[in-house]
């Protein structure tokens, strides 16, 4: 596989003022660079990644593993503190178009419609009016809101917002598509008419999709492949190739053996970094 995306031996830390750093890498006052209370936060620590081309990666970890921050780190909405991340063979150094990225919160502009808030980023291109109509158009469709195009965040489901909200991430064609737990705030049912929805554009448009979750479910059911982070700082602990063959509609993947054992192997591995996770914030809430 040849790395679209690689992260090489990526930390990332934050300085905090007073308290625990809330891992066992901080500096204390007297220490090296250490000056009043201030301690060093490790978020991330030597992380190893390569994404291919056209591939669709979930990451999974505990609560405060990171996984967001790696996400923004990928995004170039946040720098590393060392080593790097390399998009094709050139270091990210910040935000691009070649990227874009799916909050959990679908941070749509109410005053605008629908088909204007996926023109929206086409705006910030240099798009011409007419071509911005056509795209947002062509883009809502491809998510299921024909007939939408003018209604208000307002008038909308959410998860006909999260549609929008992906219709404008995907409108100015980005090499890779990043994802932040999009559909944790939707019920059970709508969250997997939305997964179905996702592998079918993921399949038509050849994107690469990093896609972060807390559902082991959901990254067995979406992922060729899941990372798995350990509990903080976050490390990779092991990354699972998923081989379920295709996700065909009607077909009860969710109950087969196939899916039961990929669940049950992810969920091994989670469960001690979980119950670690939990014993650290029992420790930090002490102090």
């Known amino acids: 596989m040849t790395a679209h995306i ?5 930390t990332k830390t934050f300085p905090v003022r007073g308290g625990s750093g809330g891992s066992g890498r901080s500096r204390r006052a007297g220490e090296p660079g250490g000056r009043g209370r201030s301690t060093e936060f490790t978020a991330l620590d030597g992380i190893d990644l390569d994404v291919g081309a056209g591939e669709f990666v979930a990451v999974v970890g505990p609560s405060g593993c990171g996984k967001s921050t790696l996400l923004d780190l990928l995004g170039g909405l ?6 790097e991340i390399l998009l094709d063979g050139r270091p990210v150094t910040g935000p691009g178009l070649d990227r874009s990225i799916v909050f959990q919160q679908y941070a749509l502009l109410p005053w605008r419609t629908a088909q ?10 240099g798009v011409p009016r007419r071509q911005r109509a056509a ?13 939408f195009e003018e209604r208000h965040p ?28 999009p559909f944790a705030a939707l019920d059970a049912q709508t969250r997997e008419s939305l997964q179905d929805e996702l592998l079918r554009i993921w399949r038509r448009t050849g994107k690469t999709v990093v896609f972060i979750t807390h559902g082991i479910e959901e990254a ?12 903080r700082p976050g490390r990779v602990k092991e990354v699972v190739p998923i081989e379920l063959g295709e996700r065909a509609a009607g077909r009860d993947l969710r109950s087969s053996p ?3 054992r990929y669940r049950h192997e992810i969920w091994s591995l989670l469960h001690d970094e979980v119950s670690r996770a939990q014993q650290l914030e029992r420790e930090v809430s002490q102090v």
């Open 6 to 10: 690689s992260f090489r031996g990526v």
């Open 78 to 83: 946040a720098a590393p503190t060392s080593g």
């Open 116 to 125: 204007g808030n996926v023109e929206f980023g086409l705006e910030a291109t």
């Open 135 to 147: 795209r947002a158009r062509e883009y809502l469709s491809l998510v299921g809101l024909d007939g």
């Open 154 to 181: 307002h008038e909308l489901s959410g998860g006909m917002k999260q549609r929008v909200a992906i219709a404008r991430s995907l409108a100015y064609d980005p090499d890779v598509l990043l994802m932040d737990e």
């Open 220 to 231: 067995v059911y979406l992922g060729g492949r899941v990372a798995v982070l350990t509990s």
């Open 258 to 260: 196939e899916f039961a």
